[in-house]
């Protein structure tokens, strides 16, 4: 009997749906996040010491995604059993870099089955056929992929970095601009390419003093970091 093969999502796709158990109760994804942004990560098997160091710093940081209007959710392919164990083990045990007493709040998927993973893509037969690869997928409030990123079991993950990509992408959808090479907020933003030759042109001759132009189809203007967070962060 052929395995049936299932496309992973790719950016721009409505994220997969499902409904799951977690530490946190049911869900039914993405349905229950419609309205906030979603932050959903696997990690290859609880009580292992990468994936322990970043639960740890993804619940130290849940309040500053919170802020941002974005929900974090984790999943493997263990068991609640297993998932609850090694959270109260966090909790009650592990100290790493200043943190200390960390309780994860956050939902973690149950998917023993591996449905879920498999549904966005995160086994990956070449680095394990029974564990998660740590996949982070980047969900916007209409249940849309917005970014996706893979790490090999190896590698723990850049947490200044998704945060930083999480409000890049904030900042682009609110002020209708794109983000330079290692942008973060109070940078100067790229402005959308002239769509006429007339456009180009009136960039070139600098019509327009907010607006710096390095050539017709590279120009950038200045974007304040008060007015960023002011508009994508919660009060």
């Known amino acids: 009997m052929e395995e049936k093969i299932v496309m992973m999502p790719r950016i721009g796709d409505p994220a997969p749906e499902f409904k799951a158990t977690t530490t946190q109760g049911p869900i039914h994804f993405p349905k229950d996040y419609e309205g906030s942004w979603v932050i959903l990560f696997s990690h290859p ?24 209007n974005c929900k974090l959710v984790g999943l493997s392919v263990d068991g609640l059993f297993s998932h609850i164990a090694w959270l109260r083990t966090i909790k009650e045990k592990i100290q790493y870099k200043g943190m200390k007493d960390v309780e994860v ?3 973690l998927i149950e998917d023993i089955t591996m449905e879920v993973a498999k549904k966005y893509g995160m086994m990956q037969p070449g680095e394990s056929a029974t564990k998660a690869v740590r996949a982070v997928f980047f969900i916007d409030p209409k249940g849309i992929v917005r970014a996706i990123v893979y790490y090999p079991l190896s590698l723990g993950r850049n947490f200044d970095e998704i945060y930083r990509a999480l409000i890049a992408m904030q900042t682009a959808d609110a002020f209708q601009c794109a983000t330079p090479a290692d942008w973060r907020p109070g940078d100067e933003v790229i402005v959308p390419p002239a769509g006429s030759c007339g456009v180009a042109k009136e960039r070139m001759q600098a019509k327009d003093p907010n607006v710096t132009c390095h050539d017709w189809f590279f120009c950038t203007k200045k974007l304040d970091k008060e007015t960023v967070l002011k508009t994508v962060l919660k009060k």
């Not at 292992?48 to 919170?66: D, G, L, Y």
């Open 105 to 107: 709040k956050f939902p």
């Open 45 to 68: 098997a609880d009580f292992t010491p990468v994936c322990t160091s970043e639960f740890m710093t993804f619940a130290t940081m849940e309040a500053q995604f919170a802020k941002a």
